[in-house]
């Protein structure tokens, strides 16, 4: 009989023996065994592998820092990009407001027939208050035509190129506007001051004016058609020893916030020099 | 004795190797912790502790896997048995003795598992396999043959020290 070495006869006996697991358990039979022995080791798993992830993320934090500064970097530039895109937007939805607020004045007056621009400037000189607006003869503007924006009367235009034009503002003080206060039914005209304030000069003793009232234009003189708004009163200066009353008027544009303006075409003003 | 300390030691393992090296992989290859704990085991003269030891750390991982279980353990006895082939003729011999018995053993090892994948999934390319899987884990294998056979010394010589003649 020949004689094994105990070396051979082992691994033999181990191998036949993880055979018979082997086969056992492809059999099905160690399943509940499997099981028993699986619990408390998934159990540990549990608890180990976390923390030894938590040591290998620290191990390797340097890394992901790199990671997260290159990250930090392509964010914030994607941050600047939306908030660019959010101030476009907002510029947007601002300028559709203005810009449905200017048809919703052109529809007050459907016979009038209008140019839109937008305001692409102010007047170089601080003394004078003009705006330059991006539309000329090219589009139908010509010297003299009035021009609003939803909340009632800018101005005239007082210089007309192909593709721009200048806007005298009713509160420049060169500029007068014959006016009509809605109750009291009396007329005058109005006088800028250096400051910007808007007075009503030429209103007769008789009237009764209260603050308050709205002021519009009047159409006398013909340089502005009737009945657009140009403020209201804010108070009234009334001496028996003068001939007229005066009140201060608040006007009804905000000067400060103009961006896109009418120009009502349709109108043409009357002029009392030859050749214009 | 040594059984009930390298029982539970081969459990802590197989959960690192299960729960840990994954995220420190070499292409898709990783260490195989409980293999050098067999194969140095079994280069300090224990062979019949580190095949025991083979069988039951070998169930252990086929438990957390998807192989038959049974089937490490069969290539962890193969590859102790290999790796102490040449024992006390020349892994002794050499300080870095341990590189050699490792790199059988990981051959030996991979042979087996291999082959069990490719007859439970007949279509693996075993090319790639062998370039992605069992060359980047050999090599790992190999860097820390030698900080593991020392370590597994320290623990021999911890739980069996010399007996000292008086």
Known sequence: MPRFSPRLLLTASLLLLALSVLILSQAGYLRPAEGLVLRPLVALQGVIGPRLAALRDLASSPGDVATLRARNVELEAEVTRLQQEVITLREQAAEVDVLAALLNFARGAPQNRYVAARVIGSDASPFLRALWIDAGTNAGVARGMPVVNQSGLVGRIIEVYPTASRVSLITDPAEAVNVRLQDSRADGVTSAQPNGELRVDMIDQDAEVVPGELVLTSGLGGNYPPQIPVGQVISVRRRDFEVFQQAVVTPSVDFDDLEILLIVASFTPLTTQPGQ | ?166
């Open chain 2, 1 to 166: 004795m040594g059984l009930l300390v390298l029982i539970p030691v081969s459990a802590l393992l197989v959960i690192v190797q299960t729960a840990v090296l994954p995220f420190f992989e070499l292409l898709d290859g990783r260490a195989d912790l409980v293999l050098l704990l067999v194969v140095a085991w079994a280069l300090t003269g224990r062979l019949l502790q580190s095949m025991v030891l083979g069988l039951v750390a070998g169930m252990l991982l086929d438990l957390l896997s998807g192989v038959p279980l049974g089937v490490s353990a069969i290539a962890l006895i193969a590859a102790a048995n290999v790796a102490t082939l040449a024992q006390g003729r020349v892994w002794r011999a050499h300080q870095f003795a341990a590189l050699g018995a490792v790199l059988l053993a990981t051959t030996v090892y991979y042979a087996i598992l291999g082959l069990v994948v490719l007859l439970i999934h007949p279509g693996t390319d075993i090319s790639l396999a062998l370039a992605r899987i069992v060359l980047p884990a050999a090599l790992l294998n190999l860097l820390l043959a030698i900080p593991a056979a020392q370590l597994v010394g320290s623990l021999e010589r911890t739980l069996y020290p010399p007996k000292v003649a008086l």
